[in-house]
């Protein structure tokens, strides 16, 4: 673990984000994120439903999400008991999220994260989902993470809920 580096979990969505032609903007987005990844910035990780959600992704797709994920040094977490009972956890708190994404964001609570990198708007970075998980975390004594899209993270839009 690097001490002054972000510690950024990444969605599938982020991953998938370079084949968004439907959206030019996220898929610009998106590359200009993978562009800051390469400098070096922050640590990279995804969780073990990463793979899960990417199986049905195309081949060619997937040839070169496995390029990034080497290329970027992206680390898989690996399957951890705590985390998925705190997925579990946030299902009680006011989070509509399918339990991929609870499990995504349990994933860098538990190996302390700092964000969750997310195109899911809907699910995964607002206002409701933010505040739920921090409070599930807070009362369990752990940290506390944010959940922000590539663009947010770049500083090129920023949400008044966000810290």
Same mark, same amino acid.
């Given at each position: 673990?690097?001490?002054?580096?972000?510690?950024?979990?990444?969605?599938? !969505?982020?991953?998938?984000?370079?084949?968004?032609?439907? %959206?030019?903007?996220?898929?610009?987005?998106?590359?200009?994120?993978?562009?800051?990844?390469?400098?070096?910035?922050?640590?990279?990780?995804?969780?073990?439903?990463?793979? *899960?959600?990417?199986?049905? %992704?195309? %081949?060619?797709? =997937?040839?070169?999400?496995?390029?990034?994920? !080497?290329?970027?040094?992206?680390? !898989? &977490?690996?399957?951890?008991?705590?985390?998925?009972?705190?997925?579990?956890?946030?299902?009680?708190?006011?989070? =509509?999220?399918?339990?991929?994404?609870?499990?995504?964001?349990?994933?860098?609570?538990?190996?302390?994260?700092?964000?969750?990198?997310?195109?899911?708007?809907?699910?995964?970075?607002?206002?409701?989902?933010? *505040?739920?998980?921090?409070?599930?975390?807070? =009362?369990?004594?752990?940290?506390?993470? %944010?959940?922000? !899209?590539?663009?947010?993270?770049?500083?090129?839009?920023?949400?008044?809920? &966000?810290?």
């Amino acid at each position: 673990m690097t001490g002054d580096k972000k510690r950024l979990l990444i969605d599938t !969505s982020v991953m998938l984000g370079i084949f968004d032609d439907d %959206t030019p903007e996220r898929k610009a987005c998106t590359e200009r994120f993978w562009d800051k990844c390469r400098t070096g910035a922050y640590d990279l990780f995804v969780c073990p439903v990463f793979d *899960k959600e990417m199986r049905n %992704t195309p %081949t060619e797709q =997937k040839e070169q999400i496995k390029t990034i994920v !080497s290329e970027m040094g992206i680390e !898989s &977490l690996p399957e951890n008991m705590d985390a998925e009972q705190l997925a579990a956890d946030y299902k009680g708190e006011p989070l =509509k999220t399918a339990t991929g994404d609870r499990r995504h964001l349990a994933y860098a609570t538990e190996y302390e994260c700092d964000t969750v990198v997310s195109w899911n708007m809907h699910d995964i970075v607002n206002a409701a989902t933010y *505040k739920g998980i921090n409070g599930v975390n807070m =009362k369990k004594g752990k940290k506390t993470i %944010t959940v922000e !899209s590539p663009a947010m993270l770049l500083g090129e839009e920023r949400p008044e809920w &966000l810290p």
